[in-house]
């Protein structure tokens, strides 16, 4: 019995340290990663927006990955908005939006993640490139 509990709890700590570990690869592939999930074309001096599905019914939440780069972004806002039919336990989507301050190229990183588990790596990770002419 002593050895199945020992056994058990070495498997929780390996997986523990695994989601760790993966949740820190997705991050650094998201930053440097050039595969995007699209490429937004803007001006300098003119806000746009992301819309992306969410559910907060769930406890996932979309979040930046990292820092903007505030040379090129300067974050505006971010709100939920229900989808139809307006039910309980149904989704709708995120729409972030985000002022263009200057020309030149940047990145955007959202994860869609739950804010209390620390060690797991996101449900999903979207990528942006940012054109600012």
């Not at 592939?29 to 019914?57: R, Y």
């Not at 300067?74 to 995120?94: E, H, I, T």
């Not at 002022?99 to 999903?124: H, N, Q």
Request: overall charge positive; some cysteine; charged content about 20%.
């Amino acid at each position: 019995m002593k050895k199945v509990l020992l056994f058990a709890i070495c498997m929780a700590v390996i997986i523990n340290l695994m989601s760790g570990i993966v949740f820190a690869a997705e991050c650094a592939k998201c930053q440097n990663n050039q595969n995007f999930t699209a490429i937004i074309h803007t001006q300098a001096g003119h806000q746009f927006k992301i819309e992306v599905k969410s559910n907060p019914t769930t406890g996932y939440k979309w979040t930046l990955c990292g820092d903007l780069n505030p040379g090129f972004l300067k974050f505006v806002s971010s709100r939920y908005l229900a989808g139809n039919p307006q039910m309980a336990g149904s989704g709708g989507k995120d729409i972030w939006t985000f002022k263009a301050v200057a020309k030149g190229a940047t990145k955007i990183c959202l994860k869609y993640s739950r804010p209390w588990e620390k060690d797991a790596a996101p449900a999903e990770i979207k990528n942006y490139k940012i054109v600012i002419k």
